[in-house]
Every structure is written in C-alpha cells, then in structure tokens.
C-alpha cells in the first residue's frame, strides 16, 4: 500500500460516498452540500492524474462558481422555512434498473478492455505552461469560438433572469 | 482471489474509469428520477464530472500528450456556460409559474 494507492481511495469513497448522497437525499441542500464533496474528490483525482492546472481549475470553476450558482438557485427557488424544500422522485423503480444496468455495463467494458496503459510516459513537471501554449497553437479555433461562447452565455443569462414580469 | 487483491493494490487506468462510470450512473439516475430542475442540472454536473475524469485519465495513462486535459477544459468552460443559462432559466420559470417542477412544466407561456 503506497501513498498514491491510499489517497486515489480515498478519493474514490468520497466522490461516490457524496454521489450517492447527491442523487438519493431528499433534501435539495443536503444534496447541494454533498455536491460541494464530489467536485472536490473529482479535483483530488486530477492532482493524483498529474493535472495541476485542471485541478485548481475544477476548485475555481465548479466548487467556486456552478456550486454557488446552484445554491443560490436553490435558494431561490424554494422556500427555506417551508418543507418544500423536498425533492421526491418519479419512476424510482425504472431508473434504478436502467441505471444499474448502465453501470454494470460500463464497469464491465472498462474491467474487460486492454487498455494499452502505462504510467510510464514522462509528464511535464506542471502542465500550465503546455496547456497555454496548446491552446493557443493547436486548439485556437476551439479557444475562440469557446470564448464567444461565454461571451454568448454572459449576455443572455443576465437578459433571460432580469426580464420582468408583464402585468 | 489474489490477483483481484493485487489489482485492487495497484490503481491503474482502469480503476479511474470504474470511479468515474458509476458517478456517471449516478448522474443518469438523477436526470431520470428528479422533479426538481436544479437537481436535473446538478445530475448533468456529475455527468460532465465523470466524463472529464475520463479525458484526464486517458491522457495521463494512454497516450502520455496533454490534448485530453485541454478537451477537459473546454468540458469546463460548457459546463460554466450550461449552468449560467440553464439556472437563469430556471429562475425565469420560477417567477413566472411559481414551482420547478419539471413534470408540471408542460407549456412555454403563462
């Protein structure tokens, strides 16, 4: 049992431990909260994939900024002191056959596939420097087009939830 | 038996993709089941979560380049935008008919 070993389990329990919270809580905070363990499991799982830069990009831009998104939007949209904060749920039964299936599958293809992998390949000591550099290099046009995106997004997410309400 | 236990020792590619395609199931199941629309959404941010620890670990295991955390950025940069519009939306609707309930949501105006 090394190092590596011992964290990537610990990670492992935490994003599926707060996965499951996140998708079987009946309360809408609760699940927000378990949320919060997940994106951070999923950030320690890049630092242990040698991931730097997406690691703290993942704290900064999930953990920092979807989450409380989220939260405001269930902050918003409930009403806190009520019980209507509760989320049931519709075709239980289905959904967990489907679901389990879709897991046994994947985790089957992944158990039973010849990768091909190695650990071997040398990584850079950090990855911003590469990862600026392919950005603009190779992947400018996705760069761009995915700034105009945000642009896009910025733009009408503040028309869509500023529009007032006609009487 | 042994070599299940040395497996388990060992993580490797695989594990990283086992982890990531049960938080997958995870976040269809939410999709499937939820009545709220911010648990939907919160569904498809597990989704995309495990779907980029894929990319990475792809890219450290598999062919040693970094084009897969760059793809994973881009996975981010959706993601942020998916949810900025998505939860603008969502308020937009709770204004204006008062629940998020997505099975009561059937018509786009009042």
Sequence with gaps: MDLFTIIFYAFAFLALGAGAVVVFSKNIVHAAFALLFAFFAVAGFYVLLMADFLAITQLMIYVGGILVLVIFGVMLTSNVISVDMKTGTVQAMPAVLLSAALAGMLVGMFWSTDWNASSQHAMPETTGKSLGTMLLTTYVLPFEIASVVLLVALVGAAMIARREKKE | MQEFLNWLRTPGLTHFLIVSGILFSFGVFAVLTRRNAIMVLMG????????????????????????????????????????????????????????????????LRD
């Design chain 2, 44 to 107: 498809i941010e597990l989704i995309l979560n495990a779907a980029n620890i894929n990319f990475i670990a792809f890219s450290r295991y598999s062919t040693g380049t970094l084009d897969g955390q760059v793809i994973a950025i881009f996975v981010i940069i959706l993601a942020a935008a998916e949810a900025a519009i998505a939860l603008a939306i969502v308020l937009n609707i709770y204004q204006n008919f008062n629940t998020v309930n997505v099975d009561e949501l059937n018509r």
